[in-house]
């Protein structure tokens, strides 16, 4: 039996995630923003999990999108699956956020597919392979950036509490483009959805992405947003933006691995070259134990090079009913949909692990078998 807290510390140096925590659990309107984006970088093999073939992973976040909000997808007759057939972790976040009692909405940053749900669309296109150091134009990510501050400032009119979060097939790849970009030394560090992590092709691909930019190494450090206009994805600039704007007035908790960790040091990186005035004192990001401690990765190494509060989901999936969610603990999938922060917020809420594990066990009933399920 594991002896870890349900939400377990990881990094937190200046200890900011208390406050988070007696904040989160007293909010009367927390609420849940899912950016769904896509980029080229997904159709290749063994870069996502998100999906068994290109067609499919393309579509992953409009799915995602419309089962967190209607219980089951629209644009397709299944939620994604792994190539190993392990379903999609919207399954997790959906039966999480009823038991924090947190409302859900939807941005497409640059989805393949708009969600055929209601969203709100800052969509500049999906972004293009970051190999071609050319992944979106950097008009395109100053959009978007200025989309993600105006939406947060919006949101203080009625929130009192954030958890944003990501649906970005190939994200963890893209992830680790910004951070080379602006000069971490994250080799070997940065997680993925599949179980064994191709560290040396996707370091490739965006080594020869930067290579193409053809930029200095010190230019991202000067001016952020051009890495990913170089080597990112859509969601980044959005979620950067949004987080600026929220976090100096309501509790932000990033909901993701290695692809909100990324956006954390776009994040101070902003603040750094003096881009955007601000702090980011109320935020911390939040993933699951399957990223925290992938053997594969080095998750809290990489929160410890950034300085970002880290904190992870630890649920006994064991515990479960069901074969496609105990593969968890066998590190498929691992992460997405926020289910990390979402599994998090609800025990902050008042959930406990067994409660959390039945209502996801619940929830996958009614999501991929089709029973009629109680999940009040």
């Given at each position: 039996m594991s002896t870890r807290n349900f939400v377990e510390i990881l990094h937190d140096p200046e200890v900011r995630f208390a406050p988070l925590v007696k904040r989160i659990r007293t909010s009367t309107a927390p609420h849940f923003l899912l950016c769904a984006a896509g980029s080229e970088l997904s159709d290749r093999e063994g870069i996502s999990a998100a999906g068994l073939s290109a067609q499919d992973r393309r579509l992953t976040p409009a799915i995602d999108a419309e089962a967190l909000l209607k219980g089951r997808p629209i644009s397709a007759d299944s939620l994604p699956v792994s190539p190993r057939g392990i379903v999609s972790p919207v399954v997790l976040t959906r039966s999480s956020l009823r038991l924090a009692g947190i409302t859900a909405a939807i941005v497409d940053c640059g989805c393949f597919v708009p969600p055929a749900v209601d969203h709100v669309s800052f969509s500049e296109g999906y972004g293009r392979c970051p190999s071609t150091g050319r992944a979106m134009d950097l008009n395109s990510v100053q959009r978007l950036f200025d989309a993600g501050v105006q939406t947060g400032r919006d949101l203080l009119n009625t929130r009192d509490a954030l958890v944003i979060a990501e649906c970005v097939p190939g994200g963890t790849t893209t992830a680790l483009g910004i951070l080379l970009?602006?000069?971490?030394?994250?080799?070997?560090?940065?997680?993925?959805?599949?179980?064994?992590?191709n560290h040396s092709e996707r370091q490739r691909l965006i080594?020869?992405?930067?290579?193409?930019a053809g930029s200095e190494p010190g230019y991202y450090r000067a001016v952020p947003l051009a890495?990913?206009?170089?080597?990112?994805?859509?969601?980044?600039?959005?979620?950067?933006?949004?987080?600026?704007?929220?976090?100096?007035?309501i509790p932000v908790i990033m909901g993701?691995?290695?692809?909100?960790?990324?956006?954390?040091?776009?994040?101070?990186?902003?603040?750094?070259?003096?881009?955007?005035?601000?702090?980011?004192?109320?935020?911390?990001?939040?993933?699951t134990k399957w990223v925290?401690?992938?053997?594969?990765?080095?998750?809290?190494?990489?929160?410890?090079?950034?300085?970002?509060?880290?904190?992870?989901?630890?649920?006994?999936?064991?515990?479960?009913?069901?074969?496609?969610?105990?593969?968890?603990?066998?590190g498929n999938v691992k992460e997405g949909v926020g289910a990390g922060a979402s599994m998090a917020v609800a025990n902050i809420r008042g959930s406990d692990d067994s409660t959390i594990v039945r209502a996801i066990d619940s929830c996958y009933d009614e999501m991929v078998l089709g029973k009629i399920a109680n999940l009040s």
């Open positions: 970009a602006l000069g971490h030394k994250v080799e070997g560090l940065v997680s993925s959805s599949l179980p064994i992590v080594f020869e992405g930067l290579k193409n890495s990913v206009a170089a080597v990112g994805d859509p969601m980044q600039a959005f979620v950067a933006g949004a987080v600026l704007a929220a976090s100096p007035k993701g691995g290695a692809q909100m960790l990324a956006v954390y040091a776009l994040i101070k990186a902003l603040i750094d070259c003096n881009y955007y005035q601000g702090g980011i004192e109320s935020v911390a990001v939040a993933t925290a401690f992938d053997r594969g990765a080095g998750s809290q190494s990489l929160a410890q090079l950034i300085g970002a509060p880290f904190v992870a989901a630890c649920p006994d999936f064991y515990q479960s009913r069901h074969a496609g969610l105990k593969a968890y603990e066998e």
